[in-house]
């Protein structure tokens, strides 16, 4: 009755050693299948081979060979895999991690052909021989007479299967795994294929013995078979057990005394601490539940977990390209190829050059699409840059180094390519691009200057205009002299405006037909610009102090914004031109509620014909008007923001410098025609109010006119 009741536990035992070697090595197989499928599923290099049609292209022998490296660092880091290889039903060819030949040049041809035209999707094959090359062959190379299991799955996972992808499992190797699982035990366990073939078996494994226990695994279809090394190893093992069981019994029996004696001894702290504990804790049912929870909490985490070593890899990688690019790292060719070998980039660096696509109007871009419309637009962007580049075999690196410009690394000539990018953007997407292409890059050290060259163009388009590429900059003979005469001419207009005449409007058109006509960067015409508003405040504030809070309140803000967006000269005069004109309207509001102010058009209308009279003084015109000085005073000052004295020099220096632009006349002549009867007080009030004497004045007139010629 012991010998039947050991035999039957024997047979149990027997049943769960083969039931874990079946799990052990199950788990290896769905291990390789679930990483190897993992990788090539999020593999973009894999997707392309399948579909891709041009396969004499050097971007599709570039495209092979990645793809081979790719199976190479799958069949290193799992040293049971043999050998990977692909075949696409397109072109009947094989690509595997040692060569890319036809099917009918290849060893395992026969296997492919039978399994192509199965119906399965997916399936573990039986133990087989394996000739990757053709058994013709008089040499011995890798890959030839491997004895291997096959898992064998059609390609592309989720869409029309246009292939075969083979992972074959090195038997031998499997078979040292298998028996190291098995460690020294008396039992043997053996991986049988479905026709009866044996795949691995543990060592001793006599022919008359038989098996005890079979277990079927679901996952590959597989048997393990289990038994005795031996006829008679049960009978021994029996009675080895019957000594032990005895030996047991007494010890338990001795045991059990001593515990009783240490109980009747310690029992009271024992029960004390029992009801400590429990009071503390009331277990239930819901525990299993708890530890349920916690198990998906801990596989969250390690998701979570996953998703940010990913994340850490790709902002890691976002900062050494932006270091390198900034100019914060300076890298050699060998640093460069080293980083693109962990990329899985192409590593020989070659001539470059960087672009810069600049998205135009962005601040308009931020405020009419929301931030996840604006990512969708980029991602379209970027894509349709590799995409496009990429087809020509120009290798690339792309990042958003700023919200609004993708800085792309290409290795080769992308001018036609940037074209035609430029073209699908304006068709297809809501927006326009610029686009700066850089020099020749020859060293990697040379990247982050060969960036700034391609800024500095795109910064040439506030006058050269948006949607257009740039590749040079544009030849300019614009001096420093003209930029000096659209300040003067700002001031002009803007003294005009203050007194109410309407020259200020066409004085201004000139002024930003001159700027367009420039080749001018971006930066130089933003502080041109703010030079202009302040010389535009300055006057308008020197004005009465209502002039001075219309401007405050509602044109200042108004050019301040116009600064911030102004994309080309063009779009920078419409709205200027349309905030000052508000401008004009309030102050001509301003002065028809004044009725003072017509009484001081009366005053200049006098004063613009008799400001050459030297005699000219505040009594004079006072008495003319039938005013007394200080009423003629403070008319002057409400009306104009200057006082008497100030109000005469402006009037007759205006005119000195326009005779002295447009006239041949002596500075003397001029000087008397400005009511200065000598010459030295007329160089010298002319020199305060403009700051160069009449004579330089004049060489500056004179060189601008031939300059503009």
């Known amino acids: 009755m012991l010998m039947d009741t050991h035999r039957t536990y024997s047979d149990q035992a027997n049943y769960k050693f083969a039931q874990t070697s079946a799990q052990t090595m199950d788990s290896w197989l769905n291990l390789i299948e679930q990483q190897v499928i ?40 799992n040293h049971l895999i043999d050998s990977i290889y692909v075949y696409r039903d397109i072109d009947q060819t094989v690509l595997s991690s040692r060569s890319f030949r036809q099917l009918g040049e290849f060893g395992d041809k026969e296997f492919v052909s039978r399994l192509a035209s199965e119906a399965l999707t997916e399936q573990w094959s039986s133990v087989r ?11 011995k190379v890798e890959g030839q007479n491997v004895r291997v299991i096959s898992y064998v799955r059609k390609v592309p996972l989720f869409m029309s299967k246009n292939g075969l992808l083979v992972i074959n499992i090195n038997v031998n190797r499997l078979e040292t795994l298998l028996r190291e699982n098995a460690g020294d035990s008396v039992g043997y366990v053996r991986m049988v294929d479905s026709e009866g073939n044996i795949i691995a078996a543990t060592t001793n494994i006599p022919e008359e013995a038989k098996a005890v226990s079979e277990v079927h695994s679901s996952v590959s279809g597989y048997f393990y078979e289990s038994g005795w090394t031996s006829k008679d190893i049960s009978e021994e093992v029996f009675s080895f057990l019957n000594l032990w069981i005895a030996a047991g019994t007494v010890g338990v029996i001795a045991i059990t005394v001593g515990m009783l004696w ?183 050290c040379q990247i982050a200057e060969s960036r700034e060259e391609a800024l500095e163009l795109l910064s040439y388009k506030a006058t050269q ?87 405050d309140k509602s044109i200042e803000p108004q050019l301040i914004n116009l600064l911030d967006r102004f994309e080309t000269v063009h779009e920078y005069r419409d709205g200027w031109l349309t905030a000052v004109n508000a401008l004009a309207d309030e102050l001509e509001q301003l002065r028809a509620g004044n009725h003072k102010y017509e009484v001081f058009k009366q005053i200049e209308q006098y004063m613009k014909q008799c400001f050459h009279d030297p005699d000219l003084s505040l009594a004079k015109i006072s008495e003319h008007f039938c005013l007394s000085n200080s009423h003629m005073s403070r008319l002057i000052k409400e009306a104009t923001g200057v006082n008497w004295t100030d109000y005469v020099t402006e009037l007759r220096v205006r005119h000195a410098k326009i005779l002295l632009s447009t006239t041949n006349k002596s500075i003397q002549e001029i000087g008397v025609e400005c009511g200065y009867l000598h010459q030295v007080s007329f160089g010298r009030v002319f020199k305060k109010q403009v700051g160069f004497a009449p004579g330089d004045y004049r060489k500056q007139a004179v060189l601008k006119k031939e300059t503009a010629v």
Not at 49 to 63: G, I, P, R, V
Not at 129 to 139: G, K, Q, R
Not at 492 to 502: E, I, K, N, V
Request: hydrophobic letters at 35%; charged letters at 25%; proline letters at 2%.
């Open 38 to 77: 993992m990788e090539l599923n999020r593999n973009e290099k894999f997707q392309r081979f399948l579909y891709e049609t041009e396969s004499e292209t050097e971007a599709f022998q570039f495209l092979k060979t990645q793809l081979s490296q790719t199976f190479n660092k799958v069949v290193q880091f």
């Open 129 to 139: 021989t394996y000739n990757e090359y053709h058994p013709l062959l008089e040499y």
């Open 262 to 444: 240490l109980l009747r001894r310690f029992a009271h702290p024992i029960d004390s601490l029992i009801n400590r504990l429990t009071s503390k804790r009331q277990f239930n049912r819901l525990d299993f539940e708890y530890l349920d929870n916690l198990m998906d909490e801990l596989i969250h985490q390690a998701s979570e977990y996953h998703f940010a070593s990913n994340q850490y890899h790709d902002i890691t990688r976002k900062q050494w390209f932006r270091e390198v690019l900034n100019g914060e790292r300076t890298i050699s060719r060998e640093d460069w190829e080293m980083h693109a070998y962990e990329e899985g980039m192409a590593q020989e660096w070659t001539a470059s050059r960087v672009l810069v696509f600049e998205i135009d109007h962005y601040k308009d871009f931020q405020e009419k699409y929301t931030p996840n419309d604006q990512s969708l637009f980029k991602f379209a962007i970027e894509q349709v840059v590799k995409e496009m580049v990429g087809e020509d075999g120009i290798r690339i690196w792309t990042t958003w180094l700023s919200s609004e410009q993708l800085t792309v690394i290409a290795h080769g000539e992308p001018h036609d390519q940037a074209q035609r990018i430029k073209q699908w953007v304006k068709v297809h997407l809501p927006l326009t691009m610029s686009i700066g292409i850089s020099g020749v890059v020859e060293e990697p």
């Open 465 to 551: 205009g948006i949607d257009r590429i740039y590749t040079a900059i544009p030849n300019s003979e614009r001096s420093q002299l003209e930029i000096l005469n659209v300040i003067e001419m700002t001031a002009q207009a803007a003294y005009t405006l203050r007194m109410g005449t309407d020259d200020w409007r066409e004085q201004m058109i000139q002024v930003f037909d001159t700027i367009e006509l420039s080749v001018t960067s971006r930066s130089r015409l933003l502080t041109l610009f703010q030079y202009m508003n302040f010389c535009l405040s300055k006057v308008i504030k020197e004005g009465p102090e209502s002039y001075r809070d219309t401007f």
